[in-house]
């Protein structure tokens, strides 16, 4: 689904990357739309929990989003997950079936209010200095993120997701503003 989105994949493209026969497949997810929704309710599962990872593990507002940041350019630059798959859904979201619309906004809506209540601890904390507010804030931010992995996509240079990602988080630094 990543390297092709929902339209171009298929069971049998599926089938040769893992081994096993499509039946197989078909047994488990009987249509394209619930094998998508199964790929997207776990990587939003997995978003979730690693965003209270973060939350966990680094006091910090502003070096959570740095690491947030920072887990995406190591995938891209290990190529393990050079794209998010609902961001890349998400591109093709009139396209898709209603229920995997459903799940490519359950995503959006969990990242976006982590982002959200990261900025406002921030900003509160005064690490952080907000030029709008914390929901528009992490709109933007999100948006650059998933556009700076479309940008590393297209060019093939993931040095542009550093630096596109890189001025956004330096635009919140109070130092800066």
């Given amino acids: 689904m990543i390297e092709r989105g929902y339209s171009a994949f298929s069971y049998a493209d599926i089938s040769d990357a893992v081994g096993i026969r499509k039946p197989s497949i078909h047994h488990h997810f009987p249509t394209k739309a619930a094998l998508a929704v199964a790929v997207l309710k776990s990587h939003r599962e997995k978003t979730i929990e690693g965003t209270r990872q973060l939350d966990r593990e680094i006091e910090d507002p502003r070096k959570r989003l740095h690491a947030y940041v920072h887990y995406w350019e190591g995938c891209i630059r290990a190529r393990t997950v050079p794209f998010c798959v609902a961001a890349l859904m998400g591109a093709e979201l009139p396209s898709l079936p209603e229920e995997v619309q459903a799940e490519v906004r359950l995503h959006f809506t969990a990242l976006s209010e ?54 956004a988080l330096k635009r919140l630094n109070p130092a800066k503003n």
Avoid at 123 to 151: C, I, N, T, Y
């Fill in 114 to 167: 982590w982002l959200e209540r990261t900025l406002k601890a921030g900003a509160k904390s005064g690490v952080l200095k907000l030029q709008d507010s914390a929901a528009s804030e992490a709109q933007a931010l999100m948006a650059v993120v998933h556009g700076a992995m479309l940008s590393a996509r297209a060019t093939g240079d993931g040095d542009v997701f550093r630096i596109v990602t890189g001025t």
